[in-house]
Nanobody, 119 residues
């Protein structure tokens, strides 16, 4: 079992930056690829990006490419989402999720953290 706790959300003006953190406890963190997702009011949850188990592979949604950066520190059992040049349409609850090695499914999810971008 893996427990995930996000932090770092808040209110920021358009053009600003935030860094979200997701701290993991439980089984070996480096055995999990980690993803970030978000869900805006009235919309379905969408993929933001992910990072491989050792951090060598990254992928991003087109909507955030060039503005958001995912990183991880396996020694600290933490994954980060650096968000720059924020836009009002980035407003959502952001979730981190863990995907076990060789699995196609995210099995563990955090509770989410709210990000609100004002115009």
């Amino acid at each position: 079992q893996v427990q995930l706790v996000e932090s770092g959300g808040g209110l920021v003006q358009a053009g600003g930056s935030l860094r979200l953190s997701c701290a993991a406890s439980g089984r070996t963190f480096s055995h999990y690829a980690m993803g970030w997702f978000r869900q805006a009011p009235g919309k379905e949850r969408e993929f933001v990006g992910n990072i491989s188990e050792m951090g060598g592979r990254l992928s991003y949604a087109d909507s955030v490419k060039g503005r958001f950066t995912i990183s991880r520190d396996n020694a600290k059992n933490t994954v980060y989402l650096q968000m720059n040049s924020l836009k009002p349409e980035d407003t959502a609850v952001y979730y981190c999720a863990g995907r076990p090695f060789a699995s196609g499914k995210y099995a563990y999810w955090g509770q989410g953290t709210q990000v609100t971008v004002s115009s």
